[in-house]
């Protein structure tokens, strides 16, 4: 695909970096010379200096000929107007993503509307606080992903020692949880994904990612020895948009959190727009703050301020101080491998979701979903819709030559969710979730999209 970006900040960078690296071609737009010629020189790409939203702009960057055009500056209005001139000037099919960050803007009078020239709102701290949202559904969860509808789930776990799942083959699951049907669809382990064939084995320490009917998921967990007791007492750290964006959530729910911001303006400003929350005029990283605040009573400590160390250095306080589980948001990547070795559970970044958000545009045949998974996005799991002329169609999956590194790991068929085993076969017009490594991806995409007429 022929992909423009305007915009060349971290959000733009990382963006360009994952399609770079998936063989599409990028062209990269940007005002600021200095930050265009660091991203060029970085990721060895195309650039144009100008501004994005210019239709003479958009034209010599290529816009009648683009697949794609995503709009990431920082300032919603040039990428509202990017993608409005990106369909008067580009190809009708053109795709045309915008970051609007800005919550009036999503009114859904507006982008509810077929003559709204964008195809994705894009939202890093918004999908970013969503997906925390989802984490604290369950205390001991570290991924949430809901597929089909909502019918299918897949949830990532930490296997501890005392946990049934520690020592199991893959292939002894059904014989072992006979109560609730599930599937270990990928395991994360020393630093990359897994995707486990019969006789691998569940070990202590992998994060393992299990599929399960969505109604089953407390049966499930609690099968695998994990509490499934609601999160009540949140602390967070950081009046930040994502910060913000929970507060109101958690307080809709009933839930009284605590947030401590350093500035007193913004404190300020915080307590006003959200009575129901414990608003602190603090630095999260000062212990006796923490201790006063009782932190040691928390089921979970979500560290999310614009000041990363901070966020790391707080959260280790907080576990330390006995917060019973600690979230983190940072986009540095070279944080990420070292989070759980320093008791942080949950590490996410908000510019590696944004890139996770429009994967699903770049792949080929009927892609519903796509999620990201692994510290380094090593792996995804995607939901297609099967075609009566792919060559997964009416094939028992062990008979299905799926690449190595790839896993069918559910099946909707109307409102039945199927999880598959070894003679269930794909029928036409079904949803199916494939867990694939990056090295897969290709081929799985192959495999399950619409097989050309050999005739034509």
Known sequence: MKILIVGAGQVGFNIAGRLVAEGHDV????????????????????????????????????????????????????????????????RKDII????????????????????????????????????????????????VVDFAEGRLQLLGLTIKPTSPLAGMRFFDLGDRFRDVELLIAAL????????????????????????????EVDTMLQA????????RRVMIAGGTKIGRFIAHDLTRRGIKPKIIEPDPRLARWIAEELPEAVVLNGRPTDADLLIEENVGEMQAFIACSRDEE????????????????????????????????????????????????????????????????????????????AQLTSDAVD?????????????????????QVIIPRGDTRIQ???????????????????MLARRVDQET
């Open 27 to 90: 062209v990269l737009i940007e005002r600021d010379e200095a930050i265009l010629n660091r991203a060029i020189e970085g990721l060895d790409i195309q650039g144009l200096r100008g501004h994005g939203a210019r239709p003479r702009v958009l034209e010599e960057a290529g816009i009648a000929q683009a697949d794609m055009l995503v709009a990431v500056t920082d300032s919603d209005e040039v990428n509202m107007v990017a993608c409005l001139n990106a369909a008067i000037l580009g």
């Open 188 to 215: 994360h382990r020393d630093h990359k994904v897994i995707i486990p064939r019969g006789p691998d084995v569940v070990l202590p320490g992998d994060e393992a990612y299990i599929v399960a009917r969505t109604e």
């Open 310 to 385: 901070a966020n790391v250095m707080s959260a280790m306080l907080a576990r330390r101080l006995g917060a019973r589980r600690a979230l983190v948001t940072t986009n540095r990547a070279d944080y990420q491998p070292l989070m759980k070795s320093i008791g942080i559970d949950v590490c996410i970044s908000p510019r590696l979701v944004a890139v996770s958000s429009i994967l699903h545009y770049i792949r080929h045949g009927r892609v519903l979903a796509v999620r990201s998974l692994g510290e380094h996005q090593d792996a995804e799991a995607m939901e297609f819709e």
């Open 96 to 143: 045309k993503i915008a970051r609007v960050r800005d919550e009036s803007y999503i009114d859904p009078r507006i982008f509810g509307d077929a003559r709204v020239a964008i195809d994705l709102a894009l939202n890093p701290e918004k999908v970013s606080a969503d997906k925390i949202l989802n984490l604290l559904r369950f205390p001991e969860v570290t991924e």
């Open 224 to 231: 695998v020895g994990v509490s499934v007791a609601p999160v």
């Open 428 to 446: 036409e017009g079904d949803h199916v979730l494939v867990v694939a490594v990056k090295s897969a991806i290709a081929q799985v995409e192959k």
């Open 395 to 415: 094939t028992p999956l062990r008979d299905l030559k799926l690449p190595r590194g790839a896993l069918v790991a559910g099946i909707q068929r109307g409102d």
